[in-house]
């Protein structure tokens, strides 16, 4: 994939349809560590992704490039009532504005605030992202960055 520019970055509504392009971009390896998640099984991550998308309190967004499925948003209640987002896009769309042009298209569809974002403290790319984005560091700890939106 060439660099095609921020400017072919679109978001739309999620569909199951998508799952099977997530699946293998978190079958990738590296992705795992980069999120700072395990990866699922198929079963597992299919039935994750069930709950998550029947949950209507989780805004989720597919990213495309150029009409090709980069990756996802989403916004979703922590245990602590904190108001979270998260993405994941695949290795060939890593390092190319990609995610920072997702994130500022996706902020305005999000209506809370404060808003925060978890990153593991190796992730650069992803430090760059959300502090592009208007977040600001709040903490370190356990190998994770805490960012807020205001």
């Keep these: 994939m060439t660099n095609h520019g921020i400017q072919n970055v679109t978001l739309r509504a999620m569909y199951e349809s998508d799952l099977p392009v997530f699946f293998e ?51 979703f209640i922590k245990e602590s009532d904190e108001r979270e987002v998260g993405y994941q ?7 190319k504005g990609i995610a920072t042009r997702a994130l500022q298209l996706f902020l305005p569809l999000i209506p809370y605030r ?12 992803s430090q760059k992202v959300l502090l592009r984005c208007g977040f600001v560091l709040m ?3 356990e190998g994770l960055l805490k960012y807020k939106l205001l």
């Design 25 to 75: 971009h978190q079958n990738d390896e590296g992705a795992d560590e980069m999120v700072g998640l395990p990866s699922r099984g198929r079963d597992d991550f299919f039935d994750h992704w069930q709950k998550v998308m029947a949950n209507s309190t989780i805004i989720l967004r597919t990213i495309l490039v150029e009409n090709e499925i980069a990756g996802y948003l989403c916004s």
């Design 89 to 95: 896009l695949g290795r060939a769309f890593w390092g």
């Design 114 to 125: 404060p808003l925060y974002g978890v990153t593991p403290s190796h992730n650069i790319g």
């Design 139 to 141: 903490e370190e700890k």
